[in-house]
């Protein structure tokens, strides 16, 4: 639905149908997801181009004077959103693009920072009046507001005071949040980024000291403190603040499109990306075996020989894993699939070849043949809940050609229902007025009240029904004896291997 709003947005502002389209992701996305936003665009009506790292794209964005010159630069694009970090170091010469290393944390951002005040506030407030609010949803949604538009305030001043009105029982609410109880809070995670930056330098084999330029990118990037340790742990570099980090995401994403569009001007850029995590099989045992490691230039493709585990096996069942860890276990499980007909032989003599091919937005394929019988074939693997059928994404895609309509029929509801509103609301400023009115006036006034009452809650009231109302209250004696005149509205939408591993039997 957000991609179906997008380009109808698009679509109105450039006055041109918009067929394709280039998406970025978080660098630490995996498979599925990378799968499943893809799957999203081409429900949207879209043909995706491309998925493209955010941190890479915002390197694009701010690299473009960067290329032009002859100095090879190293860049490093530290981007803390709301939800997620990722850290990229990028080398920039002549026109190349090339990511030497990604690192990162899906489950870090604004939202955590957020949750480490609320946490502190929950429980001083039932330290200090024995009672326990986070299970009150109504309460903890307004204690959650607050504190989200303070930690902007304190972005730019070093006091912000929170005020809730009837937080609980009837009971209002302040406190004044300073900066530095803030960065209290929050010093663990601030410092897991920096972290984060570390392996990522030490993953492309360099020094703080050999980075160029430093790239802000997210909305949590504004907090003052993560700067002022970006500065410190830089050598006293500031960060890079040339674009809104809001938008440089956007910015880098079309410059890509126009590079794959053939846009004059831009025919010299090459993007060379890395596999952000390792990617293997399971072996007997539930130990991790990597085919492609993490940071590999892509796209890139490998593969190795395993074999069987037990005699006359005909069947092996391939698990597919991405991560750092030794076992399976502690990763992410990307798929499954099965070769059948494998010739019967004893325990290690079948050779079969798995390949691993990943492309240049991540997306991983992964195929299986029986070399001594010569034959081979072509494996999907099943993934759960990611990629979907070319019929799933049809359906789906009608699907939301169904939303839309309902989303303008609903609008026309609206727009009925406020210039009903209006005409109700100019009634009751006659009934407030100092003038006299007759009796019958009254009642008719209070007639348009009650329908005001009425239409408060009105959702699926057809919008024939509401411009009957109207119709009757513009014509209503009211109208007539007062002289009042409905006014009209706009309204905008605004690698091979000879190594044998035995296998699970099947």
């Known amino acids: ?19 394709h389209a280039v998406i970025t992701v978080p660098a630490y996305f995996n498979d599925a997801q990378r799968q499943a936003t893809k799957d999203a665009g081409a429900i949207a009506g879209l043909a995706v181009l491309r998925i493209l790292n955010e941190p890479t794209a915002a390197a694009i964005a701010y690299g473009l004077d960067l290329e032009r010159t002859e100095r090879e630069s190293r860049v490093l694009v530290f981007d803390l959103g709301g939800g997620t970090f990722d850290v990229s170091l990028l080398r920039i010469n002549q026109g190349v693009f090339e990511v030497l290393a990604v690192s990162g944390d899906g489950h870090l951002g604004g939202q955590d920072f957020d949750n480490r005040v609320i946490d502190y506030l929950v429980s001083k407030y039932k330290y200090e009046r024995q009672v326990d609010v986070s299970s009150d949803n109504r309460a903890m949604s307004k204690l959650r507001r607050e504190v989200e538009k303070a930690k902007r305030i304190l972005s730019s001043q070093l006091t912000a005071r929170m005020e809730i009105e009837s937080f609980e029982g009837g009971n209002d609410y302040s406190y004044r949040l300073t900066r530095a109880k803030f960065d209290e809070l929050n010093m663990e995670l601030f410092q897991r980024t920096l972290q984060l930056v570390k392996q990522a330098l030490q993953d492309a084999r360099l020094e703080s000291s050999e980075v160029d330029e430093v790239i802000l990118v997210g909305g949590s990037t504004r907090i003052t403190k993560i700067r002022e340790l970006l500065k410190d742990f830089f050598g006293g570099r500031a960060p890079k603040m040339g674009i809104n980090p809001d938008e440089a995401v956007a910015y880098g994403a079309a410059i890509e499109g126009g590079i794959l569009g053939g846009e004059q001007g831009l025919e010299s850029i090459t993007l ?42 005909r069947v092996v069942v391939i698990k597919i894993f991405q991560g750092e860890q030794a076992l399976t276990k502690d990763n992410t499980l990307l798929g499954t699939f099965s070769l059948s007909g494998i010739r019967p032989a004893a325990r290690g003599v079948p050779q079969i070849e798995v390949r691993f091919e990943i492309d240049g937005d991540g997306i991983l394929k992964v195929s299986a043949s029986d070399i001594e019988s010569g034959s081979a074939q072509s494996i999907t693997i099943t993934r759960d809940k990611q990629a979907l059928s070319e019929r799933e994404i049809k359906r789906m895609s009608k699907g939301v050609e169904g939303f839309n309509q309902k989303d303008i029929a609903q609008e026309q509801r609206d727009s009925a229902r ?50 009957a109302r109207q119709n009757r209250i513009s014509n209503s004696p009211l109208n007539a004896k007062y002289g009042h005149r409905s006014r009209s509205y706009t309204f905008e939408h605004t690698q091979v291997n000879n190594t044998k591993i035995y296998w699970h039997n099947a």
Do not use: W
């Open 272 to 313: 060379i990306d890395v596999c952000p995590m390792t990617l293997g099989v399971e072996l007997i045992g539930g130990v991790f075996s990597p085919l492609i490691s993490r940071n590999t230039p892509l796209p890139f493709r490998t593969s190795e020989v395993f074999s069987t585990a037990s005699n006359n096996q």
């Open 418 to 467: 406020h210039r009903l509103q209006q005409l109700i609301l100019a009634a009751k400023a006659k009934l407030l007025g100092p003038s006299s009115m007759p009796e019958e006036i009254h009642s008719e006034l209070n007639d348009l009240f009650n329908e005001l009452d009425s239409t408060q809650s009105l959702q699926t009231t057809s919008i024939h029904l509401l411009e």
């Open 1 to 19: 639905m957000i991609l179906s709003k997008l380009k109808e947005t698009a679509e109105l502002y450039l006055g041109v149908p918009i067929t």
